[in-house]
């Protein structure tokens, strides 16, 4: 098992193009390293056993890291990376509940808020807005704000994310597919 300060180190080493790539991109080489690495902490997290954690900022934004980012490179184009995320949304609603997300740093603060992004609930996508807001003065952190608008969008549009539908096992509408065609569709 890992540390919280471990899972943070991992997760922000690098400049901000290797982070970009490591947080937003598709690598294999990437995911496996981290199934290899981090799937006995992302399972301990799931199953409640690390929710001490919860208690300080740091720790609090590795275990939203743990059940919201790692399970979209640990379960790639499976259901299971989505398994954890209304736990992401429970404790990083808690987070923010607290204060605790206001004494991180933009860019460790935008992985707090991005579980309501990665929600197919409206009222999580209205959440997330005026939190993405409160980053937009900061630095690198325009193209965040402009990604939680696109996300609203979506669920605004077809209240779910229709990039999502084939690994869930729903079916999309004729609209869906005619918009999975255009480029940037999905996340």
Not at 11 to 16: E, Q, S
Not at 32 to 56: C, N, V
Request: negative net charge.
């Amino acid at each position: 098992m890992h540390s919280a300060q471990q899972i943070l180190s991992f997760w922000f080493d690098g400049d901000a193009p290797a982070q970009q790539r490591r947080w937003f991109g598709k690598d294999e080489l990437t995911d496996a390293r981290m199934r290899d690495e981090f799937l006995a902490d992302y399972q301990a997290a799931a199953d409640g056993q690390l929710a001490d954690w919860q208690e300080s900022a740091p720790s609090g934004l590795a275990l939203v890291i743990l059940l919201d980012q790692f399970p979209r490179n640990l379960f790639r184009a499976m259901a299971q990376a989505f398994a954890t995320d209304a736990q992401a949304r429970y404790i990083a609603r808690d987070i923010i509940a607290r204060g605790l997300d206001k004494v991180l740093p933009p860019r460790q603060r935008m992985f707090v808020y991005l579980p309501f992004e990665h929600s197919e609930m409206m009222e999580d996508q209205l959440y997330s807005i005026p939190l993405f807001e409160g980053l937009r003065d900061a630095e690198g952190m325009a193209e965040a704000v402009r990604y939680a608008y696109l996300h609203h969008e979506v669920i605004a549009r077809f209240g779910r994310f229709p990039h999502r539908n084939a690994i869930l096992g729903r079916t999309s509408t004729v609209e869906e597919l005619v918009f999975l065609e255009q480029p940037g569709s999905s996340f």
